[in-house]
């Protein structure tokens, strides 16, 4: 079978070969790029415990805010005399506290204290992990009341 002048100017280039062939390479690794990050699991669960982790922060901030607003309405609203008694109580509730920690001083066993320590600094260089799960577990918690109610 012969060519036909119009089958030769139909057949494409070597370049618009090479062209198409290097977009097809492109469009293969996009693909591939594509399904390998779909089946990398643990960076999926990284990039959505991140997401989680924002979302919580933000919410955390929020239900802040709110408490302090709402802490402020209530404090404007109370007779000095409540505010006053309420300033003498904190202060009780610091020096029992501060007596309480002495006799803990005193009385605890060393490795005891040392694990508490411990724990306590943990929870300090982790605050906002733990700020945001409680934060997270009391949002869940007013969800499930409003939905029984």
Do not use: C, F, Y
Request: no cysteine; net charge positive.
């Amino acid at each position: 079978m012969t060519q036909t002048p119009a089958d030769q100017q139909s057949a494409p280039s070597p370049d618009q070969l090479r062209e198409q062939i290097e977009h097809t390479r492109h469009d293969l690794g996009l693909t591939v790029q594509a399904l390998a990050d779909k089946t990398d699991i643990k960076a999926r669960a990284r990039q959505r415990a991140g997401e989680l982790k924002e979302q919580a922060v933000l919410k955390a901030v929020e239900l802040k805010a709110q408490a302090a607003k709402a802490t402020s309405q209530v404090q404007d609203k109370l007779p000095d005399s409540v505010n006053d008694k309420a300033a003498q109580a904190a202060g009780q509730v610091r020096a029992t506290t501060a007596r309480a920690g002495q006799m803990w001083e005193e009385k605890a066993p060393e490795p005891l204290r040392q694990k508490t320590a411990r724990s306590a600094q943990l929870a300090r260089d982790h605050r906002t992990v733990l700020l945001a799960a409680a934060a997270g577990i009391t949002a869940i918690w007013l969800v499930s009341r409003r939905k029984k109610d």
